[in-house]
């Protein structure tokens, strides 16, 4: 895992109810696939047996293309709890007919009831778990799929249970998944992005996992029949003697899966990239099943393949890991249905290669050029992933990002905040130009200028929203360039833009509770009381809507925020902007008692007369670079200048002044 920022903590009770249902809808599939025979007796229908594996899978895969579409109807976890409900439905009506029409629709319900899992399963655990735990999550969630594949193997081993018995088990554990995941019915791939993300479906991850997919296909659906042959004709092996080798196969998959995370650490350690770790287990995983097929020995064969499962779990599991959570939600499902189109494709192409264009071959040689798919695409990804930086360098980068670093000592008496040449862009167009600013503790600092001149902008990169070019920002002596608004937030650095500061469909009391949200019950009680006390307005109108409120008392309500919850540094953005002259005269006393209680105040404002009456220090902005620089009393102290600078530009007015002062 490149990137260990910090996300969300992962849901253990949705990755369990995930994983469970996983399994149930692996557990079909070797029933299906070992009592072809009883099945085909039962229905009177050998040749129809074959026919419906095809038909089941393409209605797998058409309904797995139609999931995108259900996105904006349906959250993630309904659409799961439904379709577990459908494939129970359609194992059921499989394990009780003898009737070959009602099987072959109920094979088509646990196509159709399979594909939201097949879609949405890994996207909601990548999404759901930290960064740093995503690889686990999606270990365990493969290792969990190969339980579900193994378990009918081992009890064909030990007892001889009829294929509806396996049928009916299937369909109990399928609809205990529904009733799992009905828990986690509102969950929804529309999860917070933690890193930044793509919304193009044909990115490079993406367009590595279609391939990475059809290998995979081509390999576990192509290559099963010959499989099959070459244990019963080749070795001369039982049936139970077949599904104890296949058994083993899956155990040992899910055990690797189990110790992923320990070996992709090891990875990590050495210095290596995710695409090398991905790619170096589909090569193993090519060279495996290779070997394996043309094994000269039984226990060589098995080993081979007890290996190969586990890397290609580990792989599907790095690349769930790497692909997901660098997509925009929308595209997301879109992307897992084409990784199954893709898997479909290789398992057709794989069958049809070996049935028809190499059907005289030996089924060794049938098993063995499946490799070359594997092989192929780990190479690609080796080969074409983008150059990245070895681990140790992409941790500290990752850990730069986020962990604020120190510039001066605790007790040194710099300023609170200080802004060091500062640049910032949209785009191709540079909007702030090493701009300096500094503010002290206990000091209200105004930030004027004329409308474009860069003001907002300014206060969104020190608040984090907006990315720098250039130069860095030095807040209570840590470097803050890099590191993210949430951290700022709990740092003590809060921001008001002007009436946007409070949440409109609740009432005056419920955002005043909210803004006290991780503060002591007690402490937010008193500031909720300051605040009524302050602003009475607010009292009277504390059951009333948010979004009814004046933009005046929209103003008083933000201010309350920083009553109740006391910041270090308050930034204020458009103080005044469509307020009553009477209102501002309430909230400027408000605005000086925060500064004299400790805090810093940054406040960006248009209106001189109005910054300059509380502040103390001024800053003059004009075409994103600051002009003016100095204590607001002498500013206060020579409107005309002011006037000009507006009138005339900063630059002329202080050339002229400094002319006039000359003369004198």
Same mark, same amino acid.
């Given at each position: ?65 139609? =999931? ?110 529904? $009733? ?39 390999? =576990? ?17 039982? !049936? ?28 990590? $350690? ?53 692909? +997901? ?37 030996? *089924? ?19 080969? +074409? ?93 840590? *470097? ?78 933000? $201010? ?19 307020? !009553? ?32 009456? =509380?502040?103390?220090?001024?800053? =003059? ?35 002229? *002044? ?7």
């Amino acid at each position: 895992m490149d990137n260990e920022a910090e996300g969300r903590p992962g849901n253990p009770r949705l990755l369990a109810a995930v994983a469970w249902q996983g399994a149930a809808l692996a557990s079909p599939l070797p029933a299906l696939l070992f009592w072809r025979e009883e099945i085909a007796e039962r229905l009177d229908r050998l040749g129809a047996v074959t026919g419906e594996t095809a038909l089941l899978g393409a209605a797998a895969v058409v309904a797995a293309l139609a =999931v995108p579409r259900l996105r904006d109807k349906l959250p993630a976890g309904a659409m799961l709890m439904l379709g577990g409900l459908v494939a129970a439905v359609g194992l059921g009506l499989m394990a009780w007919t003898v009737e070959l029409a009602l099987f072959t629709v109920g094979g088509v319900l646990l196509a159709v009831g399979a594909a939201p899992g097949l879609v949405a399963h890994r996207i909601l655990l990548a999404t759901d778990a930290r960064p740093a735990d995503r690889f686990r999550t999606l270990s365990w969630y493969w290792a969990a799929v190969a339980v579900g594949a193994s378990w009918p193997l081992l009890v064909r081993i030990f007892h001889p249970v009829g294929y509806g018995t396996m049928l009916w088990i299937s369909a109990a554990l399928m609809l205990v998944g529904a $009733l799992l995941i009905g828990r986690h019915a509102l969950a929804h791939d529309e999860d917070q992005e933690v890193e930044v993300t793509v919304a193009r479906p044909d990115v490079p991850w993406a367009r590595r996992s279609y391939g990475a997919a059809f290998a995979v296909g081509a390999v =576990v659906i192509g290559g099963a029949d010959a499989a099959q042959s070459l244990l019963l004709g080749e070795w001369q092996r039982s !049936a139970v003697q077949n599904a104890a080798v296949l058994a083993a196969g899956s155990g040992a998959a899910a055990l690797i899966c189990l110790f992923g995370p320990w070996y992709h650490r090891l990875h990590r $350690l050495a210095g290596s990239r995710r695409s090398d770790a991905i790619g170096t287990q589909l090569l193993m995983a090519g060279l495996l099943v290779f070997l394996g097929g043309l094994s000269f020995t039984y226990i060589g064969l098995v080993v081979c393949w007890l290996f190969a499962g586990g890397a290609i779990a580990l792989a599907a599991s790095g690349l769930d890991a790497a692909v +997901f959570p660098s997509l925009a939600p929308a595209v997301r499902r879109a992307v897992s249905a084409r990784q199954v189109l893709w898997a479909g494709a290789g398992g057709l192409a794989g069958s049809l290669v070996n049935a028809h264009v190499i059907g005289s071959w030996s *089924d060794q040689w049938k098993i063995g050029w499946l490799g070359l798919p594997l092989l192929v695409a780990g190479w690609a990804i080796r080969r +074409f992933a983008a150059p990245a930086r070895d681990a140790e360098t992409t941790a500290a980068q990752a850990q730069a990002t986020t962990v604020p670093r120190r510039v001066y000592g605790a007790d040194s008496q710099g300023p609170l905040l200080a802004v060091e040449q500062v640049s910032v862009a949209y785009g191709s167009v540079q909007v702030l130009f090493d701009v300096d600013l500094q503010v002290e503790e206990g000091a209200v600092v105004a930030l004027l200028g004329t409308n474009g001149a860069g003001k907002t902008t300014l206060l969104r990169s020190i608040s984090g929203l907006e990315p720098t070019i250039g130069g860095r920002m030095v807040y209570a002596g840590l *470097d803050i360039t890099k590191t993210r608004p949430t951290w700022r937030v709990g740092m003590g650095l809060h921001q008001i833009v002007g009436g946007e500061a409070v949440v409109g469909p609740l009432t005056v009391a419920e955002n005043l509770n909210l803004f006290g949200h991780g503060v002591d019950r007690s402490q937010r009680d008193l500031g909720i009381a300051e605040a009524y006390g302050l602003f009475p307005r607010l009292a009277e109108r504390s059951t009333q809507r948010a979004a009814t409120l004046s933009g005046g008392e929209k103003q008083m309500l933000s $201010l309350a925020k920083a009553i109740i919850a006391p910041p270090r540094l308050l930034l204020i953005d458009e103080f005044s902007l469509g307020l !009553a002259p009477t209102v501002i005269a309430d909230l400027l006393p408000v605005v000086r008692r925060i500064a004299d209680q400790g805090a810093a105040v940054l406040l960006v404002e248009q209106s001189v007369n109005i910054a300059l009456s =509380v502040a103390d220090h001024a800053y =003059v902005m004009e075409k994103g670079e600051i002009g003016y620089s100095g204590p607001a009393e002498d500013l206060r102290s020579r409107p005309d200048l002011l006037q000009a600078a507006y009138l005339e530009g900063l630059a002329k007015a202080l050339d002229r *002044d400094g002319g006039e002062q000359g003369v004198r």
